[in-house]
């Protein structure tokens, strides 16, 4: 097992953004929590991760492959190729000494390479006969996306694989998942997810987009939209470079409120809108976890909000905990970085009623999220003067918070005629794949404008 060395170590830091000051009465706390992990070297308040990361926990990875070989990947012809170039690719893009699999996903999952249950360790070698291996790969047969997943957990978790490895995978598919039913997919979903995170990409436009971020969501991955099949090998290089870059596995968000608080809900704002609030597991009487996946060199922002009990004017207390933890090698958890929300009651009005400039810019991309989605469904269901109203909405929205790559992909779909008042009009023809475009990149978000 490779040693790292002290300045690859893990640092971890959460700084909290809030205003604290509740009016007579005010019970509702509202927080935004900046995670930040960096590679190496302390800095500001960072905290490294614990030693088993330095002896070598973040530089084992698994890598799964998942590749549609459904009879529509011949149609046309070159997209079954360019999904060959892309996973050749990915795999030129993998590090010594990391365990691969490609894996070949119709009604049923195949073992591409290396087969017999187990993984390859990536090497100039096996990289070559992983490649030459992929030259077999033919479009035939239905598309049942759970299997493929179950298959992938199988292998990720194998016994040459080693147990404190980051495991991910990549997914691929080009159509709807109309071989197996949607609660065989979600039961896939349910037994696979914490276990690995998955990035899940659509090329072309005769996939569901509802179906493919779903996947991606639930397995704390990125999904995205690769309209022209050209654009595979950019994309898939990009997302095993990513991939190579996490050091971190199993990073739970754990939050632990007061006797009486009520936690209203928590989900990640940045770098997209992601809901956690069902995904909370109890640890422990006014503790619970809430899984973030992955880490390499990155910044994450979440959004939490608990309603504490009452108290008196001048009263403060401590409305909530927020550690990042990560199971230790005694199974204990160990935790990373902390940081603390509060409450304080004040008859001061101006302090009350501020709204602190990060929570109200999340609050607005959440929203933004939210009527693109929504005016998407109005438009596909024939209601103009309801897709209008909330595309409207999402213009004013993206303008306001400088989200130019949504406002661009808005422009696509609606014709602007006032962005800061949110007057729009329907376009006639929208195409296919601008329309996902905007659907699937609905919840990628902006940070706070400096």
């Given at each position: 097992m490779a040693k790292f060395s002290k300045s690859s170590v893990p640092q971890f830091s959460v700084d909290v953004y809030q205003n604290e000051f509740l009016p007579e009465g005010g019970r509702e706390v509202n927080a935004i929590v900046t995670v930040t992990s960096t590679g190496g070297g302390a800095v500001g308040g960072a905290v490294a991760a614990p030693q088993f990361y330095a002896a070598g926990r973040g530089a084992d990875a698994a890598v799964a492959l998942m590749v549609d070989c459904s009879g529509s990947m011949d149609?046309?012809?070159?997209?079954?190729?360019?999904?060959?170039?892309?996973?050749?690719?990915?795999?030129?893009?993998?590090?010594?000494?990391?365990?691969?699999?490609?894996?070949?996903?119709?009604?049923?999952?195949?073992?591409?390479?290396?087969?017999?249950?187990?993984?390859?360790?990536?090497?100039?070698?096996?990289?070559?006969?992983?490649?030459?291996?992929?030259r077999k790969l033919s479009a035939g047969g239905g598309t049942a996306i759970g299997t493929w997943l179950r298959l992938a957990d199988r292998l990720l978790w194998a016994a040459d694989v080693p147990a404190s490895s980051v495991r991910h995978g990549i997914l691929l598919t080009d159509g709807r998942n109309e071989h197996e039913s949607p609660e065989d997919l979600r039961a896939a979903l349910d037994a696979c997810a914490g276990r690995f995170t998955c990035d899940a990409r659509g090329v072309g436009t005769d996939w569901e987009v509802k179906e493919v971020t779903g996947i991606a969501?639930?397995?704390?991955?990125?999904?995205?939209?690769?309209?022209?099949?050209?654009?595979?090998?950019?994309?898939?290089?990009?997302?095993?470079?990513?991939?190579?870059?996490?050091?971190?596995?199993?990073?739970?968000?754990?939050?632990?409120?007061?006797?009486?608080?009520e936690i209203k809900f928590v989900k990640q704002v940045a770098p997209t809108v992601e809901e956690l609030t069902d995904r909370r597991v109890d640890v422990g009487p006014r503790a619970g976890d809430y899984p973030t996946g992955s880490w390499g060199d990155e910044s994450r922002d979440y959004h939490v909000c608990v309603q504490v009990p009452n108290a008196?004017?001048?009263?403060?207390?401590?409305?909530?905990?927020?550690?990042?933890?990560?199971?230790?090698?005694?199974?204990?958890?160990?935790?990373?970085?902390?940081?603390?929300?509060?409450?304080?009651?004040?008859?001061?009005?101006?302090a009350s009623t501020s709204i602190n400039p990060q929570v109200a810019h999340y609050t607005g991309q959440a929203e933004l999220a939210q009527v693109i989605q929504q005016g998407l469904d109005a438009r596909k269901a024939g209601d103009a003067d309801g897709a209008t109203a909330k595309l409207g909405r999402a213009v004013q929205l993206a303008a306001a918070s400088g989200n130019a790559d949504t406002a661009k992909l808005l422009s696509k779909v609606v014709d602007v005629v006032d962005a800061a008042e949110g007057t729009v009009r329907l376009k006639a023809k929208v195409a296919e794949a601008d329309e996902m475009t905007l659907e699937t990149r609905s919840t990628k978000t902006v940070r706070v404008k400096k």
């Open positions: 149609y046309p012809p070159t997209k079954m190729r360019n999904a060959r170039d892309a996973t050749a690719a990915a795999i030129d893009t993998l590090r010594d000494g990391v365990h691969f699999a490609v894996i070949g996903g119709t009604h049923v999952a195949k073992e591409v390479f290396p087969g017999g249950g187990r993984l390859a360790v990536a090497d100039a070698q096996t990289r070559d006969q992983a490649k030459q291996a992929l969501s639930a397995m704390l991955g990125t999904a995205d939209i690769v309209a022209d099949p050209a654009g595979l090998a950019a994309d898939f290089t990009r997302m095993m470079e990513t991939a190579m870059g996490k050091e971190v596995a199993d990073v739970a968000l754990r939050l632990w409120t007061p006797l009486g608080a008196e004017l001048g009263q403060e207390m401590l409305a909530g905990r927020v550690s990042l933890v990560v199971p230790g090698a005694d199974g204990s958890a160990q935790t990373l970085a902390q940081g603390l929300v509060r409450a304080v009651w004040t008859d001061d009005m101006t």
